[in-house]
Each structure stands twice: as C-alpha cells, then as structure tokens.
C-alpha cells in the first residue's frame, strides 16, 4: 500500500508522505494500578504546560496498561515534553518518554482532513498484520500433553483454537494465495448484505472481511468457508477475528 514502507520485515506508515509533522508523544512504564482515567488527568495536568494537548489516549487491556499517547497542538509542544519530561517520577514510577512513532487520528483529521480516511485504512492494516503475527506465533504454540500447575493465560485470544473463537462482526481469512489482491476477496464477499471492506495483510497470507454486524458475518462466514481462491484453488479458511 502507498504510504507504507517496511522496515525489519515489519510495515510501518510512512510519515514523511505526510503535510504536518509528528506532534503525539509515547509514554510507558506508567504505573498500571492508577485506574485510567484518573492516570488520564495526571497526565494532562503535568503535560499542558507545554502546550495545548487535543487528546490522552490510555487503554485498559493487558497489552496496552502502563503506556499512553498524548496529542499536542504543535511539534515543538512534543518535543520540548520528549526532552525535559524523560524520567520524570509519576506516582512513584519513572515516565519513558519519547516522540510516537506516527501520527495521531486527532492530528490528521485537525490538519490533514483529506488524508484522514486513508490514514485510518493504514492504521488499521498495520493493527490487522500485528494481530495476524500474533494468531501465527499462538498457532506454533506446542499443546500441553501433561498437567501443569495452574497460572492465567496471557490473553484470552491466544489459548482458544481460530475454530472456537467466538462470532464477532470480523472474518478472519487465512491461506490467502499471493495472486488474490482485495478486489477478489471483495467480490466474494460484497454479495452478502450489511459486507463492509476487506483489509489484506499480503506478506502473511490473510485477510480480514468486516460487517456491519455479527449476524451479517456470521452468514457470510457459513457460505464461504472453504471457498477455493487463486489460480491453484486454494480453500480459503474462514473463522472469526480474535476479540
């Protein structure tokens, strides 16, 4: 896709393709007991100094506590906060501090309103090509043959079979061959009401159909499992995208 490059096997949006610069910054090693939206407060009392901030996201998950972005008003907003608030102490623990390595929706959409849509689709490729390396790695992962003690999965995600994932608005489409691009995946897919967009993940050989809701996916999903696609009709296999 245009505006995205690779870098160690791995894509990462291009924001040089960008009018406006970087103005988010990356905070981690923050204190995951500070319930979220009292971290959020803390953050943007200490933060504003700098300047205008237009958001703090902080999410909740297992995968995401301990780290937040902030959105600033201007690059130098972000940059004076990268330099001078590096290891500052947050209810007790040393903030990392340092510039996103993207752009914010919030900055695109203020500054960029005519790339906001393309923006959003490259993001979410590169959030469906790591949760497509995440399923691969769950899926090498050796079944337990003997009792062990007991301890809490990792993730919910990761311990149940693509088989048994539970029906969501997503379908997860695996063994997709290198000559079916979008469009073919769309064509199958647009004839079943409420079909949304197909987003390929080339380089791991799956996709993802989204609907409007579960029920749409769940009919598509039931007609097109196993349907045979490229030149060598390989069966495409159908399941649900983990939650």
């Known amino acids: 896709m245009e505006g995205v490059v690779m870098s160690g096997g791995v894509p990462q949006i291009d924001v ?3 009018p406006v610069p970087v103005e988010t910054i990356y905070v981690n090693n923050l204190e995951e007991r500070v319930k979220i939206d009292t971290m959020k407060e803390a ?7 700098y300047g205008p901030i237009l958001d703090v996201i902080a999410k909740s998950s297992l995968k995401r506590k301990g ?4 959105v600033f008003d201007s690059e130098k907003s972000a940059l004076d906060a990268v330099e001078e608030m590096n290891g500052f102490e947050l209810y007790g623990k040393v903030m990392k501090v340092s510039r996103a390595k993207t752009h914010s929706d919030e900055t ?7 790339m906001f ?3 959003k689709r490259k993001r979410l490729m590169l959030k469906d090509f790591k949760r497509a390396e995440e399923d691969a790695k769950a ?3 050796p079944p337990t043959t003997e009792p062990t003690k007991p301890r809490p999965a990792k993730s919910g995600a990761a311990v149940v079979p693509d088989e048994y994932v539970r029906p969501n608005k997503t379908l997860f489409l695996q ?3 290198r000559d079916v691009d979008e469009e073919a995946l769309s064509d199958i897919f647009e004839r079943f009401e409420g079909f949304k967009e197909v987003r390929l993940v080339s380089v791991r050989a799956v996709a993802f159909a989204e609907f409007e809701n579960e029920q749409f996916a769940i009919t598509a999903k039931e007609a097109t499992s196993g349907t045979l696609v490229g030149k060598e009709g390989v069966p495409m296999k ?3 995208q983990r939650q």
């Open 175 to 177: 063994n997709i061959p």
């Open 139 to 141: 899926a090498t992962l």
């Open 117 to 119: 849509e393309e923006h």
């Open 43 to 49: 953050l943007t009392r200490v933060f504003q100094y």
């Open 67 to 70: 780290q937040a972005f902030i």
């Open 108 to 114: 695109v959409k203020r500054k960029a309103a005519e």
């Open 16 to 18: 040089s393709k960008y």
């Open 238 to 240: 159908v399941t649900y």
